[in-house]
């Protein structure tokens, strides 16, 4: 099947592959060799998958689209500081071989005309032992996750013909923005722009400043991050030139082009997207290059100044534990009381990225629908990318939850936050939501005097099932009512076995464990403690055990047989019915408990 991706770049292919308007660069004669019929669109996401149309590995020289990669070298060999004393950052609005420098100083106005180019280049180091232009080389060689030659004829057409980029050169030398002889400066320069590429290596070039200056291909770091979005600023205000206005308002994304019909645009975290076609404008962007990139713009949604509108789906559920309780059983008793005490945990799934705008959601919502709570459970383990707003505003949140003399418990098992994020700070982390919502009911539990959950050991008498009966009923049931032990990790009741009992739990812990008949893989739904009962549905229901009760830890349990309950029936009918009647309302409950759980957390 063809993708839908692959037929929107072939139909924006299409659309302009008959277009010969531009021509071709011929300031240097090499470049007047070049097919004006190639046309070429390749993109990449920021995980490296491709999608190509046309002559996409055609290879052609990247000229000005070097620069924006020998931009980023330099930051990483001197920092940004240093950088910015030798070029600005301010789009000249003017050609990119006008001799754009600054009145005062002469530093150029940025690294995308070719003066700031030539003074980026010189400040790379050059040496017998490490040659600049090798380096620069073998660097767009792990941008482009390939290894990349250079044009050697138009390398030598252009230092043939290259007099004005020399006495841009020579103006940079007296202005002390290169240093030492400007010769071999402009010839690495000439080298660098003779750099041969396909559509296919500038769009992984591109890819790669998308996933934060690693190479989504190879997985090779090869720009620092916070370099990354110095390169992409620069290539957002510059990177086209006298058109990068008009590029910004229409297509909204960071780009550099060059003559050589080369076209790059990055939409950070998404994708890399390169167009190739030798036909240029007036401005010397490439005519098809820059049609087709508008159309994708469109067709893609990729202006970066659309904010996308996630913030509001950043909570994705929202709910309080009297309504949602965590997968332990518990006695019908304790259920009731937490349906109550519940109101003080207020549980807050999250999803989406954590920024700024997102994390206001849930700010705002503790603000104004919290004051009444004791616990706050932000659940992060759905959640997506953080940015460096992510930790300030959670540490915030932190505090104004301990200010306000609440607890906060933390669940983020796939490790979503910077592992400091709460670090020194008063709060719980739990490993899972199901793990921080039992913390919390036990700790009601607790408060309101009841024993703590797991330790207590029940007498039959003391079940409810039990306590309702009259004396003299209980006095008749008792006797048919057998205690059994049953070891750690023994099974108490089998998926699929006939229902022939059912079970009270007197003390230890149970678990219950579901089978897919499907896959055959094994889920542990539930953990059982003391109080509950085990098993009435199937007794009740007459059918199969639809799931596995084993024994976590040793367990008493009170049985009480299939067949004892049916000669209870012929001889005692009131006794039989009130038991029925017990367990029918206690089933109602928790029925009428789990449709309010699963209307509340319905997707
Ligand atoms: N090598 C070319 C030059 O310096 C690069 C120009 C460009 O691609 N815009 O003139």
Redesign the pocket.
Known sequence: MRDTITRIIEEVHERYAGTMDGSLAD??PELTLADPTHFGITLVTADGSHYTAGDVDVPFTI???SKAFTYGMALDEWGAAAVEQRVGVEPSGEA??SISLDPGTGRPRNPMI?AGAIAVTGMLPDSAEDPRFERILATFSRFAARDLDWDKEVYAS?SAT?FR?RAIANLLRSFDMLDGPTDPVVED??RQ?SIQVTCTDLAIMASTLAHGGVNPVTGDRVLTLGHVEKVLSVMATCGM?DYSGTWVYEVGLPAK????GGVLGVLPGQFGVALFSPLLDEK?NTVRGVAGFRDLSRAFDLHLLRAPSMSKHAIRRNYRLSDVSSRRGRPDEDLELLAELGQRVLVLELQGDLFAGSLERVIRALATDADDVEVVVLDVRRAGATDGSTVGLLRGLAEDIAAAGQRLVVTDPAGVLPSDTFVDLDVDTARTLDDAMRRCEDALLVGAGRAPAGSVRLELAEFELVRHLSDHEQARLVPRVDERTFAAGEIIIEQGADADALYLLGSGVAEVEFADPLDGSVERIADLYPGVVIGELGLLGQSRRSATVRATTDVVCFELTRPELMRLRSSDHLLYTRIIEHLLVSTAERLRRANREASLLRD
């Open positions: 300031y240097i000229q000005s689209v990119f071989n070719n252009e290259g980029n320069y000439f722009c030139y082009s060059g003559v050589g010397f």
